[in-house]
């Protein structure tokens, strides 16, 4: 397996659990998500985006990092670009680190809209801010999570759900069908062994890390 982790321009919080998932991965920045390198301690492989929103300095103090720069008026976004550039490589597995949060909600729900899309395509993806953390639920799959009982967490609904059952929560679920646009499955709690399974439809599962230790918020390279 190719791992990638993909430093985007949302919200990055440096936390124990971040340092495991992105060891021994490949990295790659796009556009202003370079400012997570020094936060992360790491060197991307690749640069990307149009270089429109990144900081003062910064182009300077990774000079040696290698470029592809687009125009500012194209039909992809930086973070597209980047997840087109490490699946060229040979990507199996992506991280997309600072994908929640940000200047830009539209940008956030793009993330959201292409780990869905990845997972479809068979390459497993996963988002992170450090405090908070998102993985498609693939229909027909038995999706288990080791989080610590007590840990907040949500399932998106991207479309109407069918056959979703939950396990190991305050507020199980045996089969349930969910409307779209249903609260129904927003803010339960684990309670001995998350599982979930979802037979048919689109899901984005999310977990609320508040207790996080460690952490540490993105600093300045320079």
């Known amino acids: 397996m190719s791992r990638f982790t993909l430093l985007l321009g949302g919200d990055l919080t440096r936390t124990p659990a971040l340092d495991a998932e992105i060891a021994d991965s490949r990295i ?5 998500g370079m400012r997570h390198a020094a936060l992360l301690d790491v060197r991307p492989e690749l640069w990307v985006g149009d270089f429109d929103s990144v900081p003062d300095g910064f182009e300077n103090a990774y000079a040696d990092v290698a470029r592809r720069t687009f125009p500012s008026e194209k039909d992809k976004t ?3 670009i980047a997840i087109a550039a490490a699946l060229e490589a040979g990507a199996t597995s992506l991280l997309l680190a600072g994908a929640f949060g940000g200047e830009r909600a539209d940008h956030m729900f793009l993330h ?7 997972s479809e395509r068979g390459i497993a993806a996963k988002l992170t801010s450090g405090h908070q953390e998102g993985v498609p639920l693939i229909p027909g799959r038995r999706h288990s999570f080791a989080y610590a009982d007590g840990t907040l ?5 991207f479309s109407e759900l069918s056959g979703l059952t939950v396990e190991g929560a305050k507020w ?6 969910v409307p779209f646009g249903s609260s129904l499955t927003l803010s339960n709690v684990a309670d001995g062994g998350l599982s979930i399974t979802l037979m048919k439809g689109r899901a984005l599962f999310m977990a609320h890390l508040l207790n996080t230790e460690n952490a540490e918020p993105w600093r300045r390279p320079f």
Do not use: M, N, T
Not at 28 to 32: G, T
């Open 28 to 32: 790659i920045a796009a556009d202003s």
């Open 78 to 80: 930086d973070g597209e």
């Open 112 to 118: 959201f809209a292409q780990a869905l899309q990845l």
């Open 153 to 157: 967490f949500s399932i998106l609904g």
């Open 172 to 177: 199980p679920l045996d089969a349930v069908e």
